[in-house]
Nanobody, 121 residues
Framework: QVQLVESGGGLVQAGGSLRLSCAAS????????MGWFRQAPGKEREFVST????????SYAESVKGRFTISRDNAKNTMYLQLNSLKPEDTAVYYC??????????????WGQGTQVTVSS
């Protein structure tokens, strides 16, 4: 089992920035590919970004490419998502997930409880 806890969400104006964190405990963090997903009200959960076990490979959804940056610190068992140039359409609950790689929810076995990001216009 891997336990994941997100933090860092909040209310920010359009154009602003936030840094989300995902702290992991339980099994070895570095064994897992990590990902960020988000779910806006009335919409399905969607892929945001993923990072390989060592951090050497990253991938982003087209909607966030160039604005968001994913990273991880295996020594601290923590993953991050830097959100820059935020837009109102980025408003969602952001979830971190641990698994074996991919861009769909079934690719990840463990999920955090989510952190709310609200971007005002």
């Amino acid at each position: 089992q891997v336990q994941l806890v997100e933090s860092g969400g909040g209310l920010v104006q359009a154009g602003g920035s936030l840094r989300l964190s995902c702290a992991a405990s339980g099994r070895t963090f570095s064994n897992y590919v990590m990902g960020w997903f988000r779910q806006a009200p009335g919409k399905e959960r969607e892929f945001v970004s993923t990072i390989s076990r060592t951090g050497g490979y990253t991938s982003y959804a087209e909607s966030v490419k160039g604005r968001f940056t994913i990273s991880r610190d295996n020594a601290k068992n923590t993953m991050y998502l830097q959100l820059n140039s935020l837009k109102p359409e980025d408003t969602a609950v952001y979830y971190c997930a641990a698994g074996w790689g991919g861009t769909t929810s079934p690719d990840y076995a463990y999920w955090g409880q989510g952190t709310q990001v609200t971007v005002s216009s």
